[in-house]
């Protein structure tokens, strides 16, 4: 089903860098679009240093629910007895699967560490929820700016971007 173009106004334009191994996003404001503000300030990694992008993991319960991404859900995974882990579903380097994917249909399966599989439409969904809900309480707080180059991908994977975002 194709979705109609809507035009809106927007306060601020959120930019994701979803990378195969780590991810971020940047944005800027409407009233000043030339000031691209990033993301500096991923809690985990080392202590003291500034992390500009987070692990690309995402992490969701044994019941499919989403718990975590970036480095809370890589810290939170490998604290969890081996057991234990076993049941959660933790999805790593998934750009690559919709990326390089020459078959790659609104169907396409990822599949977790513990093998367990899931629609890769709803484990992107989680993620870019994830980033839109980062976005919003971290936009009130700006205070660093710097310039980025837009990514290059292939017309399927942008649509399935797309299709996962709505």
Known sequence: EARSQQTASFAVVVAIDFGTTSSGYAFSFSSDPEAIHMMRKW???????????????????????????????????HDLDPEEARD???FEKIKMKIHSTSDLTMKTELEAVNGKKMQALEV????LRFFKQHAVQYVKNVDNTDVFRPAI??????QFMREAAY
């Open 43 to 77: 809690e985990g990694g080392d202590p003291g240093v500034a992390n500009q992008k987070t692990p690309t993991s995402l992490l969701l319960t044994p019941e499919g629910i989403f718990h975590s991404f970036g480095y809370t859900a890589r810290d939170y995974y």
């Open 124 to 127: 992107f969904a989680h993620a």
């Open 88 to 90: 959660w579903l933790d």
């Open 153 to 158: 991908w292939k017309q399927p994977a942008k």
